[in-house]
C-alpha cells in the first residue's frame, strides 16, 4: 500500500498497516502566519518573549528587525497540516518528538508548506492491534527554505478486523 493507495479510515487518516517507509507525503494544506498568530500563542502560553511579541524591540534590538514567529507554532502548524493526510481517526496518542530543529527564521506573513517521510516502522509490543510509525516532518516557506523539522513517533491503529 501507499499514501495513494491506503484504505483508511472514515475520518481520512491511514492505518499501521499502509504507511511504506520511504515514501514522502506533501500535504495539501499550506498557510500564510499572521500577526495574531504569533501574539496570540505567545500569550496563550505565557511567553512574554519581545522577540515574538515587540516589533519595536526586534526593528531596534535584534538581527532580524521584525518579530519571528515562535518555534512552538511553528512546530505545531507543521504536525498539524499532516494530521489530515495521515493520522486523523487513527493516532493513539503521539509518543514524541526529537531532534526538533528550526534551521530558518520563520516571519509574519511567511506561507508555510510541509512534507513527510515515513522514516520507521515497528509493531507494538503490548497491543496486537497498534504499530509504531516513526515520521520526519519538515516545514517550508514560500521560498522552499527549511524552516523547521523533526521526528516523531505515533502509536498508530491497524486495520480494524
Known sequence: MSYATAMRHKRGGMYFEDFEVGEIVEHRYRRTVTQMDNMLFSNMTLNPQPLHIDRHFCLHETQWGQPLINSLFTLGLMIGMSVSDLSVG????????????????????????????????????????????????????????????????????????
Open 90 to 161: 487513527t493516532v493513539i496518542a503521539n509518543l514524541g518528538m526529537t531532534e526538533v530543529k528550526f534551521p530558518h527564521p520563520l516571519f509574519e506573513n511567511d506561507t508555510v508548506h510541509a512534507t513527510t517521510e515515513i522514516v520507521g516502522k515497528r509493531e507494538s509490543k503490548s497491543r496486537a492491534d497498534a504499530g509504531i510509525i516513526e515520521f520526519h516532518h519538515c516545514a517550508y516557506n514560500q521560498d522552499g527554505r527549511l524552516v523547521a523539522e523533526c521526528r516523531r513517533q505515533a502509536f498508530m491503529l491497524k486495520h480494524p478486523k
